[in-house]
């Protein structure tokens, strides 16, 4: 695992900072760019790929490479976060991936990952950052969690296990929190248009024999109130509310952003 500075990171560092996982991709990548545009200096972590370097290099983010299926990673992130940024008042659990299996032909491995990389490793990176969170005692933990965090569907048993389990780390965690002046919440997306979603769509074009149009509005958009797939910056705009000052009373939320998928 290796970290390095963008621009924005080489000079002196003021004001709060920002970790924010799984942030050169999608809603992680928009809760960062928006973060920056906030007045935070921001660090993202990510899988080390050059993809991911070039990504966050080219938005001046902080870049630090772990793979949070693993506990050594998640620890050192922790510190090479906190050294780059020079502290950190902001901890964004964003990252995560899919994988659609019966149970009964669910990959162990896969579930362990999973569950690491959605469960544990939030918790991990929680635990470590403590110390660095509850500094300013305007600390928060913003744990983007989903609509499955609430409710379930069939083939996902992994990725629902992982997001409900998220929700309760994230009302546990906000009991602990609170008179140091951290808050922690969770962001309960329904279906956003970003490189997982895409993927997944075309699958289910593949599968069902209909076009791409089709399956957004009949297949992921059916249950859902509004018949469109929510944005990244969405997302992010409520992430921004959510690391403001002005939240300071919102700690142990779980906020549904999520088309009226939930209403019914
Ligand atoms: N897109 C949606 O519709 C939607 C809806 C609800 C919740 N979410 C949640 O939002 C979060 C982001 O999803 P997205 O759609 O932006 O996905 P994405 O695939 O665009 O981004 C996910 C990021 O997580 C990173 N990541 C995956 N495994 C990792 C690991 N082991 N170590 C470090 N980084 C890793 C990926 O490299 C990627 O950059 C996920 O937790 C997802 O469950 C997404």
């Known amino acids: ?10 000079s002196a560092v003021q004001g709060r ?23 935070l200096q921001v660090a993202v972590l990510d899988l080390d790929r050059p993809t991911a370097r070039a990504v966050a290099a080219e938005h ?43 149970i009964a ?7 362990d990952a999973m569950l690491h990389v959605m469960l544990t490793a939030p918790f991990l990176l929680s635990k470590y950052a403590w110390p660095l969170l509850t500094r300013s005692g305007q600390g928060r933990i913003i744990n983007v969690a989903s609509i499955h965090g609430h409710v379930a569907s069939p083939y996902k048993s992994a990725y629902i296990s992982a997001k409900h389990g998220l929700i ?14 951290l808050t922690v919440n969770a962001i309960c997306p329904g279906y956003v248009r970003t ?5 997944q769509i075309a699958d289910q074009a593949r599968t069902r024999g209909i076009t791409a149009q089709e399956v957004e509005q009949k297949v992921m958009l059916e249950p859902a109130a509004i018949k469109r797939l929510l944005d990244p910056e969405d997302i992010a ?11 300071w009373g919102m700690t142990g939320a779980v906020l549904d952003l999520d088309l009226g998928w939930t209403a019914r």
Do not use: K
């Open 105 to 111: 032909d669910f990959p162990e491995d896969t579930w």
């Open 237 to 247: 705009a409520l992430a921004s509310y959510v690391a403001s000052p002005a939240a």
């Open 1 to 10: 695992m290796t970290s390095s500075a963008g621009p924005s990171q080489s």
């Open 60 to 102: 001046g983010l902080g870049f630090v490479g772990a793979d949070l299926s693993r506990r050594e990673d998640c620890r050192r992130a922790v510190t090479e976060a906190g050294e780059l940024l020079g502290g950190l008042d902001v901890l964004v659990n964003n990252a995560g991936f899919q994988h659609i299996d019966p």
């Open 168 to 181: 309760g780390l994230t009302r546990t965690a906000a009991l602990e929190a609170g008179e140091q002046g």
């Open 17 to 39: 900072a920002a970790l924010v996982t799984g942030g050169t991709s999608g809603i992680g990548l928009a809760i960062a760019r928006r973060f920056q545009q906030d007045g």
């Open 195 to 199: 490189p997982l979603v895409e993927g």
